[in-house]
């Protein structure tokens, strides 16, 4: 469903990719898991089109997204839920989620659109109660939830994830976690960026990891889970942090 | 604001209109009222930018003045009926602001503002150096006022019902386009391009359009402006009044439609009032632009309203 190859990008005269190659078959979820650094949210935004200038080349459904603006890729079916959640903070939950469909009512397609609100608030009933609140007024774990309930308002076949559950309570991470599973019945594809990897890793059918802009290992997300770099590298990092850093 | 709650405001609004324009019988009231609502116009059209698209325009008296300059040239020298010079200036001024907007938008960043500061001086030389169309410095005289069937609309009672008519319709219509799939897009943009991208917003493009929105209706209010006082020069749209228009709007409040009115108001009746502040106009702007935003970045209107409400929660 989406291929990348070779691709190379970063920010002006800085290379951040240095030739990444990545795939995700339809109905995977595929973890990118990788330090702080690595350009794994570059990668992400590359694909978006948030990304200015790239080479190499990225196909979804066999079609080059090389050119083509943000909007035209929302519109084949690309979702992003960026880091840091970038939701409108002055802005109503309902309106936020609006925003989310604005190319489909651009469409005239109102009706479908209050019918993907019913769905998302389904998904994520604490949203259906705070709908006329202001986004900025939600917490942590329900604004990450606003921007994916967003990013499902676009309704997209594939949906890429910036660190869904980074600064999330355990408790909220396992819930993300469900919904992304529950997503992926429904025959939603997923390119998943975590910190988490451990987490990651436990859902995904695959996983890459990316350091410094290469590729460094890819595989069944299980193999992953046991290969001993993974676990020295990222998994006991994980741990540690988990341990000292977040108490 | 809601369905509801708009009709409310918008029937209140006209009550307020149809009250003044019996009850004002007073000449220099009723021009005061009309220039309060011209400079409404311009607050608002301002604010759609400003406020919403979080862009900042520092010659917006260029479009003022080409809708001023361009419906009393085309009346005046070519014989032209107000009515048809008017859709032209507006669509010419939609048009101008929309090739300044698209590439100088497209880079983030305060370019608008550096374009339209370029824009506001090339407007006002145009206006004052153009003898032959603009009568130069001394400005046009004999601009025909607007008729509707066998009724002459001019300064006095005739003229501030139509101003204000005029801006009940651009609140009305300014209201709902908030509340729109444009308006959230709009929002959107002032707080993060690249989430609004993410959402399908093709930002670009949509700050070009409400640029050039914006232009239009400041186009309009100079349009109003020259017909209703018949007479223009290129002082009234120089780069001071750029700079009044975003003092109007930093007071009322960045996007509010309602503190248009409010700071459109106080900078129209403070120089009545106060008649030494003429002499010192431009450093008042900037103190107050300077003290708003460092005390009050919501604007007066908003900031009086939560210092109020903070003092309601606290007794
Ligand atoms: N807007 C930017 N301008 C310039 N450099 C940037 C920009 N964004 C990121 N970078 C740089 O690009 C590199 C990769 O960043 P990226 O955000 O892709 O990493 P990441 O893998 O997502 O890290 P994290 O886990 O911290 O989110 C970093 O060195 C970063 O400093
Ligand atoms: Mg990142």
Redesign the interface.
Known sequence: MLTIRNLRGGYGRIEVLHGVSLSVRRGEVVALVGANGAGKSTLLKAV???LPQWTGEVLFDGRPLQGK???EI??LGV??V?EGR??????SVV?NL???A??R??RGDHKGVEEELERVYELFPILAERRRQPAGILSGGEQQMLAMG??LM?RPRMLLLDEPTTGLAPLLVEKIFQIIARLRDESLTFLLVEQNAQGALALADRGYVLETGRMVLQGRARELLEDQEVKRAYLGRDYKEFVEGRV | MTGKRRLWATTAFAGAIAVASMAVSNAYHQQLLTVIGIHTLLALGLNMLMGYAGQISLGHAAFYGLGAYGTGILTTHYGWSPWAAFPLVLVAAGAVAYVIGRPTLKLSGYYLAMGTLGLGIIGHVIFREWDSMTGGASGMVGIPPLQVGGTVLSLGRSGMILVWVVVLMAFFFCDRLVDS?IG??L??LG??Q?????????TGRLKAVIFSFSAVLTALAGFLYAHLVGFISPSSFDFLMSIRMVTMVVIGGMASIYGSLFGASVITLLPEWLHVFSDYEMMVYGLVLMLVMIFLPQGLTRGVLDALEGVKSES
């Not at chain 1, 970038?86 to 802005?91: A, G, L, V």
């Open positions: 978006s089109g948030l603006k943000p909007p929302v519109a979702g992003l960026p970038w939701i409108f903070p002055p802005m309106d609006r925003l989310g604005y190319l009512l651009r967003r990013a676009t | 799939r959230r897009a929002r959107a707080d993060s690249g989430a609004a991208a993410a959402c399908g917003v093709d």
